[in-house]
T-cell receptor, first 113, second 113 residues
Framework: SAVISQKPSRDICQRGTSLTIQCQVD?????MFWYRQQPGQSLTLIAT?????????ESGFVIDKFPISRPNLTFSTLTVSNMSPEDSSIYLC??????????FGPGTRLTVL | GENVEQHPSTLSVQEGDSAVIKCTYS??????FPWYKQELGKRPQLIID?????GEKKDQRIAVTLNKTAKHFSLHITETQPEDSAVYFC????????????FGKGTMLLVSP
């Protein structure tokens, strides 16, 4: 499976600031997603990162809060904007390979004070 | 949209016993059902999956069964070992082409030596 990396691995941020998370894959992939995993909870899909076009957001998530870029088939960024303590979560990117198998990056642990 | 229910939320077994985790889904069009294992502080790892044209799939000590009529699928782990201790998530996706994964809430499995 593809090797997926994320930067940063963790960060502590102040309320009202923004953080951009990077996801890098070692091979070209068509489908890439961003998930949020709140402490002790399941995974919730934020959006599908579409290469060359605007991301597709799930209900409850908006572009102004979570802008996403996908400049090519190996890279994407997720920005968490105007952060509040409720945004403290693990953010994971994932990619699809093979016959729809989905693989996850190592995650970015975000704490907002 | 799809809704996935997972039970139990926690499961404690003795080493060597079997463990069964059950999931139900709501969308009859769903046709792909993966299971993920997430150890503490790690990313979710795909451990086994099943598609709607198959009723059962095995991989060493783990197996998954699917009942499309009843819209439920289960993960079976035999001869459990302490290293099986983790949170397990089921998921479902379906429709034509690739569609997004909807996750269950997770099962924390504890295997005691």
């Amino acid at each position: 499976s593809a090797v997926i990396s994320q930067k940063p691995s963790r960060d502590i941020c102040q309320r009202g600031t923004s953080l951009t998370i990077q996801c890098q894959v070692d091979s070209q992939v068509t489908m890439m997603f961003w998930y949020r995993q709140q402490p002790g909870q399941s995974l919730t899909l934020i959006a599908t990162a579409n290469q060359g076009s605007e991301a597709t957001y799930e209900s409850g998530f908006v572009i102004d809060k979570f802008p996403i870029s996908r400049p090519n088939l190996t890279f994407s960024t997720l920005t968490v904007s105007n952060m509040s303590p409720e945004d403290s979560s693990i953010y994971l990117c994932s990619v699809v390979q093979g016959a729809n198998e989905q693989f996850f990056g190592p995650g970015t642990r975000l704490t907002v004070l | 949209g799809e809704n996935v229910e997972q039970h139990p939320s926690t499961l404690s077994v003795q080493e060597g016993d079997s463990a069964v985790i059950k999931c139900t889904y709501s969308d009859s069009a769903s046709n792909y059902f993966p299971w993920y294992k997430q150890e503490l502080g790690k990313r979710p790892q795909l451990i086994i999956d099943i598609r709607s044209n198959v009723g059962e799939k095995k991989d060493q000590r783990i197996a998954v069964t699917l009942n499309k009529t009843a819209k439920h699928f289960s993960l079976h782990i035999t001869e459990t070992q302490p290293e099986d201790s983790a949170v397990y998530f089921c998921a479902a996706s379906g429709g034509s082409g690739y569609s997004t994964l909807t996750f269950g809430k997770g099962t924390m499995l504890l295997v005691s030596p």
